[in-house]
T-cell receptor, first 115, second 110 residues
């Protein structure tokens, strides 16, 4: 389809393992967001890109979290040395341009379980 | 600081009307979004309010009062498929990002 696509949909990682989560935004969308959603909670902001520039990474919980969008389209969220508290759904979202009134569209998320 | 409050859960009857309230205290506020999220699925856009007043879209309506920091989502003629989590989100103009509340889990009973 033409929506935001994320992979893998489900990932089980052993504690200490590195993981990489991929996001394909809607074609032509300039803005890309990563959110973390714990069970029963609302999404929590992690980071934001405008094209390839990472304009806001204030929500990344630690230096084990790293995101990139080198060519301004596909983005990868990498988590190093995963810990149990990293278990959550990682949502990617995109919008056509930055600014109020521009609908932000979400992918179905990557469900990460750290054991 | 950024603070968005909405009830954790609500229950309503099929065919009835339900109102889900949201209060917010956010800096750089520039609009209020409502999203619907079924379990295991992506949040899907329902409505956006930037001016005071009521926006109606079919069975769903959303209201905003900027002076009171208050919004509500009104769902009419409830259907079983409306059982979902409803997320209130403030658009922050100082970062171009959405700040979400914890979500309201709505259960529609026959």
């Amino acid at each position: 389809g033409a929506g935001v696509s994320q992979s893998p949909r489900y990932k089980v990682a052993k504690r200490g393992q590195d993981v990489a989560l991929r996001c394909d935004p809607i074609s032509g969308h300039v803005s890309l967001f990563w959110y973390q959603q714990a069970l029963g909670q609302g999404p929590e902001f992690l980071t934001y890109f405008q094209n390839e520039a990472q304009l806001d990474k204030s929500g990344l919980p630690s230096d084990r979290f790293f995101a990139e969008r080198p060519e301004g389209s596909v983005s990868t969220l990498k988590i190093q040395r995963t810990q149990q508290e990293d278990s959550a759904v990682y949502l990617c979202a995109s919008s056509l341009v930055q600014g109020a009134g521009n609908t932000i569209y979400f992918g179905e998320g990557s469900w990460l379980t750290v054991v | 600081g950024q603070n968005i409050d909405q009830p954790t859960e609500m229950t309503a009857t099929e065919g009835a009307i339900v109102q889900i309230n949201c209060t917010y205290q956010t800096s750089g506020f520039n609009g209020l979004f409502w999203y619907q999220q079924h379990a295991g699925e992506a949040p899907t856009f329902l409505s956006y309010n930037v001016l005071d007043g009521l926006e109606e879209k079919g069975r769903f309506s959303s209201f905003l009062s900027r002076s009171k920091g208050y919004s509500y989502l009104l769902l009419k003629e409830l259907q079983m498929k409306d059982s979902a989590s409803y997320l209130c989100a403030s658009f922050n103009n100082q970062g171009g990002k959405l700040i979400f509340g914890q979500g309201t889990e709505l259960s529609v009973k026959p």
